[in-house]
């Protein structure tokens, strides 16, 4: 059934509408203007440098956030709508897909990039060998197939409801159809992003081990050790604190709404208002995702000297850490 299946119960988190108003406003500039920037320093300052695996990925990761970014505009107006759907139903339909689209592929992409330094690292010389370019090419296509592919689920399904006179935009399910296939969508997702933090995880702490049992023979090789530690746990935080959240909340909430657990009105409330801050949470990862490439430097500046800096730090890793290495 419904969210609020009982009349008496009226569940919604009425914070969510000045605050994502004003919140995704402030992620639409500061995201738009950092991928932007990111986008235009791989595309064009790099067009004339090989274009290897680590720079793909971080291209897509990079055009994931920016499709992402593209609609919240009409978020924003959702929100100060105080959740009324005011714009044609087949621009709710393609909202919810980019921003299923890019949650997912920015897991994918920040998976696929930590798996890529863990072998640099662990590995440096049978990752230098191998046929990276290629192989990056593969896995990035492969990756926006089986996300964007199954996610047209979303372009063609039913995205508003009418609730009053009000029309939700993906935050309620049809009670008259099968909430089987919404449930055991929510699991496989949740499933599938767990191992996928658990892989994240697990490199990450090989990363770590590997890097701090080195002796770097140089201030210039310790320098960048220092630097790809950040990056390592740039990514962590990223996972942490945009990601893990929300799937913690996703099964309990979706069971909730589809009606399958029946608890007290003030418990609704209560994993409402927890779902939105996931939310909140998840919508910080367009802004932080730039902040890997961009300001993990001595410095501090989003300058294209020390992006360059940063990028071929983290490649400098395939060649080992040792006090030949240029930063």
């Known amino acids: 059934g419904k969210l609020h299946n009982s009349f008496y119960c009226h569940v919604d988190s009425e914070f969510r509408y000045t605050l994502f108003t004003v919140y995704y406003s402030i992620i639409f500039i500061l995201g738009f ?27 897509s990761l990079t055009t994931a956030d920016l499709l992402f970014l593209i609609t919240l505009p009409m978020w924003i107006v959702y929100y100060h709508y105080r959740g009324d759907w005011i714009m044609p139903s087949f621009l709710c339909n393609l909202a919810g897909y980019l921003f299923f689209v890019n949650t997912y592929c920015s897991v ?4 696929v990039i930590t798996y890529n330094r863990y072998q640099a690292v662990t590995k440096p010389i049978s990752a230098a060998q191998s046929t990276t370019r290629r192989r990056g090419i593969y896995v990035t296509i492969a990756i926006w197939v089986l ?6 689920y979303f372009l063609f399904g039913s995205g508003t409801t009418q609730e ?28 599938c992003f767990f191992i996928t933090f658990l892989i994240v995880v697990v490199c990450n702490a090989s990363i770590i081990r590997t890097l701090l ?25 990223v996972f942490v604190v945009c990601f893990v959240p929300h799937h913690i909340v996703d099964l309990p909430w979706t069971l909730m709404v589809l009606g399958k657990w029946d608890i007290s009105c003030r418990s609704k409330r209560w994993w409402d208002h927890i779902h939105q801050v996931t939310l909140f949470l998840l919508g910080a990862n367009c802004v ?24 071929e730090g983290m490649v400098a890793m395939e060649e080992g850490f040792h006090a030949s290495i240029k930063p």
Not at 33 to 59: C, G
Not at 164 to 175: I, Q
């Open 147 to 152: 996300i964007a592919g199954p996610s047209s």
């Open 288 to 311: 932080l995702d730039p902040v890997i490439y961009c300001f993990l430097t001595k410095n501090r500046k989003c300058s294209r000297q020390t992006t360059e800096t940063t990028v």
């Open 108 to 111: 994918a992409f920040l998976g």
């Open 213 to 237: 049992s080195q002796k770097p023979q140089a201030r210039k090789s310790a320098h960048i050790r220092q630097r790809a530690l950040y990056l390592v746990c740039t990514v962590m935080i």
């Open 33 to 59: 203007i950092a991928n932007s920037y990111v986008l235009w320093l791989f595309t064009r300052v790099y067009a004339t440098k090989k274009l290897n695996e680590i720079k793909i990925f971080m291209v």
């Open 164 to 191: 009053g006179h009000v029309t939700r935009c993906f935050e309620r399910y049809d009670p008259e159809s099968s909430n089987i296939p919404v449930l055991a969508s929510h699991i496989v997702i949740c499933i």
